[in-house]
């Protein structure tokens, strides 16, 4: 990737189990993503994905809960000649937590939360290239693995 300036990320990929995927969009963009943010000083992604998913959406997760999907690169979706590294992490909820789920809000920059079903995570305009080009892929692949080991 050829770009002047390069933002280094972690972020949660937050699944339902409807296979639904939270996505939020930050104040003053059009285009959704994965909840999370920049590092403070000597954070690990890990805490990072931690803090912003619990200062952005208001959901407290434990380190424990995360699955470490690796890091991916793609165009920042709001920053021109801008890439993103991101660490990503997933989250899967089952019916025991809808009621946690359903009472997430909007916090921090972030304008709005919408749920769109993994399968939908494809590119479009409103959607954040690294969302839609790396990740969803990454964790279909990762949900046909696990599903294919349980049959």
Request: proline fraction near 10%.
């Given at each position: 990737m050829t770009h002047q300036n390069v933002i280094r990320v972690a972020a949660v990929v937050i699944l339902?189990?409807?296979?639904?995927?939270?996505?939020?969009?930050?104040?003053?963009?059009?285009?959704?993503?994965?909840?999370?943010?920049?590092?403070?000083?000597?954070?690990?992604?890990q805490q990072t994905a931690v803090r912003e998913v619990a200062e952005e959406i208001g959901l407290h997760l434990q380190p424990a809960q995360l699955v470490d999907l690796g890091t991916f690169s793609a165009q920042a979706a709001n920053e021109t000649n801008t890439a993103v590294m991101c660490h990503n992490f997933l989250v899967e909820f089952d019916e025991t937590g809808l009621d946690l789920l359903d009472s997430l809000r909007p916090a921090a920059e972030i304008a709005?939360?919408?749920?769109?079903?993994?399968?939908?995570?494809?590119?479009?305009?409103?959607?954040?290239?690294?969302?839609t080009e790396q990740v969803a892929p990454a964790v279909r692949a990762l949900l046909k693995t696990v599903d294919s080991a349980t049959r």
């Open positions: 339902d189990r409807f296979h639904r995927v939270l996505t939020v969009r930050k104040e003053g963009t059009h285009r959704f993503m994965q909840p999370g943010g920049k590092p403070e000083f000597q954070e690990t992604p709005e939360l919408r749920w769109i079903a993994l399968e939908s995570l494809t590119p479009a305009e409103h959607l954040a290239p690294l969302l």
